[in-house]
């Protein structure tokens, strides 16, 4: 899967499209999911061209790695997630769930979540 620079994400991050901006800064931003799965459930995405995480890990700079984590840990401060608990969800290609072909983790909290994947039957 090659970056495709007309993603939702993409055109966010250049003004295309407007988005409530919970958080800012160099490296990452941060607005509240479309369609939430939690009261809480906002989107942090890095600035920079990258598909998922592996992209992201092997291809962008020291700099936005921590700058990353750093804006993911801020946001859960900005939005209380820590306050009862919280879950950080990365889908990576079509068989892990991604819709968009842009890096993204869901910050989900604000109510007791279910388990993360039904038992093997």
């Known amino acids: 899967m090659t970056y495709d620079p007309e993603n939702v994400f993409a055109k966010i991050l250049r003004g295309e499209i407007p988005a409530k901006k919970l958080y800012e800064d160099d490296v990452a931003l941060a607005f509240p999911d479309l369609h939430p799965q939690a009261p809480t459930h ?18 962008a700079t020291d700099a936005e790695i921590a ?23 990365a889908n990576c290609g079509a068989h892990g769930g991604q819709e968009v072909p842009h890096y993204h983790v869901h910050i989900l909290a604000g109510r007791k979540l279910g388990r993360m994947l039904p038992s093997a039957s």
Not at 42 to 59: E, M, T
Not at 70 to 83: L, P
């Open 67 to 89: 700058g990353f984590t750093r804006a993911i840990g801020k946001v859960i401060d900005i939005t209380g997630a820590a306050d009862q608990g919280y879950r950080l969800i």
């Open 42 to 59: 906002v989107l942090v995405i890095p600035k920079g061209p990258y598909k998922n995480h592996d992209d992201f890990s092997a291809h």
